[in-house]
């Protein structure tokens, strides 16, 4: 499902797909919103986002032990715990990511189905401080790097991975 919205100064897309969610910023807006003037004001600017997964544990492994997101813990809120348990096994694992978080979210868990599915469409872009150094250490943990850019300096800006429900990851050195 595809959707337009205005919200205040920003035009904004959704796209919700079987295998996740993306939201991403298109255009300011250049005439006055439909929204309500009051409902404007409501808006934090926070944004939790949730990617669905098919696989949590392995999904856990690559953004903690490959991609070096720090793990705050399966679950959610307050009742995090740092251990995956067999008998009760974990729905959903939480992420930081500077002053934002983040979680994965088993699909079957959410949905009731036990469907195959890639994220076909979700891209995220995620800010770092040295995109080279980072290139390199994501690199030397066997991750694929889909693609790369070097600015005239010859130093990395830019590089994107794919996770293994085909969450596209976008990492930029802003200039």
């Known amino acids: ?4 919205r205005s919200l205040g100064k920003l035009v904004v ?6 295998g996740g969610f993306a939201c991403s910023v298109v255009a300011p807006v250049r ?3 439909d929204a309500p003037r009051q409902n404007q004001q409501m808006f934090t600017g926070e944004m939790f986002p949730v990617l669905y997964v098919s696989d949590l544990r392995r999904s856990v492994e690559f953004y903690r032990d490959k991609l070096g997101f720090p793990f705050r813990g399966y679950g959610f809120g307050s009742k995090l715990t740092n ?4 008998t009760e096994p974990p729905y959903a694992a939480m992420f930081g990511l500077g002053g934002q978080d983040f979680v994965l979210h088993d699909y079957k868990a959410a949905t009731g189905e ?3 599915f890639r994220a076909v469409g979700t891209r995220h872009h995620i800010f770092v401080t040295n995109a080279t150094e980072y290139h390199a250490s994501v690199e030397s943990h066997g991750v694929k790097i889909d693609r790369f850019v070097k600015g005239s300096n010859d ?6 991975v794919t996770d293994p429900d085909g969450h596209a990851l976008y990492f930029i050195q802003k200039r």
Request: proline share 4%; no cysteine; charged share 10%.
């Open 13 to 18: 897309l959704a796209v919700v797909l079987p």
């Open 1 to 4: 499902m595809l959707t337009l």
């Open 155 to 160: 130093r990395v800006f830019l590089f994107s």
């Open 31 to 33: 005439h006055q919103s």
């Open 83 to 86: 251990e995956w348990s067999e």
């Open 114 to 116: 036990a469907v195959a």
